[in-house]
Every structure is written in C-alpha cells, then in structure tokens.
C-alpha cells in the first residue's frame, strides 16, 4: 500500500521525500505510521522499477531529491487502482488509499467495478470474534470493549454500504 501511496502522490506532482513521507503519514493516519526506514526502501524499489525518478536538486548543504513519477508509474499505478488485491479492499486503512487515488482510472466503468468488489465485501457477514466457525454478533459478548469495537465496525459498514449503493446506483 505505501507503493500505491507514493505513486499516488507523485501522480499529483514532483515532491521532496519529506513532503511526501507527511502526505503519507496524513493519510494512513495512527494506523500506518511511515518511517524513514519503511519509506525511502520503497522510494528507491519504484527508482530502481522505473516507476519514478529521483534527481538532485541543486542548494547549500546535503543533497536533497526531488521524486516525479513515470509515465511507467502512472501506467502502474492505474493498473493497481483498476485491479486492487482482495486485502487492498478488505482492510479499511487499505482501501482507504485506494478510494483516495481511484479517480485516476479514468473509466467510471472500471471505478465502479472496484466499488462494487468491496460492497461485495462488506456484504458478507463477517466479525472480529468467532466461536468456532460462527461469527459472534455485538449483543453476544458480555466483554463491554469489545462490544462496543463490534457496533462500531456495524455502523461503519452499514454508512458504507449505503453511499457506495447511492454512489453506484445513481446516474453518471
């Protein structure tokens, strides 16, 4: 995902690995914090992929680089936002960087194809906690955490499911 997120980024214009490690970081929020030691690895993957170009910008003191994205990196990243992996739309922070960058795919066609994989999702009854093989509902855990990590996930799912049915039923 920190790929996608970079690509995504640069898709917007040349930055400084700094600039970019703070949009990063403002996106994936809490859940994903970005370090130098997870961003800069990944910069130097899609340098040496061909996906974009890092070159030295001129100035006093130590070398700074400014990062633009390829016309390879763009075709990449339409094809990741096109055919984003089951994990990509099944873990929210994931989707997430999807849905930020999806108006890239310039097919409303091929948006509303992703769209509809995680309503899909989101449709299957699913839980943080099982007996067994069963899922456990909110009502069943006597736990008041957990309980309540449970109604959250409910309502959150059901706001979703409801714009993306508004949002794919409605004329473009």
Known sequence: MLELAILGFLSEGPLHGYELKRR???????????????LYPAIKRLDRSGLLERRSEPGAGPARYVLTITDEGRHELTSRLRDPQDNDLSEFSRF??????????????????????????LEEPASFFYD?????KAEEISDIYRRGLLLFARKTSRTERVWLRSLLDSPN
């Open 96 to 121: 997430v960087v999807v849905l930020t960058f999806l108006s890239l795919v310039p097919s409303v066609e091929e948006q509303h194809a992703v769209l509809r994989r995680r309503l899909r999702f």
């Open 24 to 38: 990063v970081a403002q996106l994936t929020g809490y859940a994903r914090p970005v370090s130098d030691g997870t």
């Open 132 to 136: 067994g093989d069963r899922a456990v």
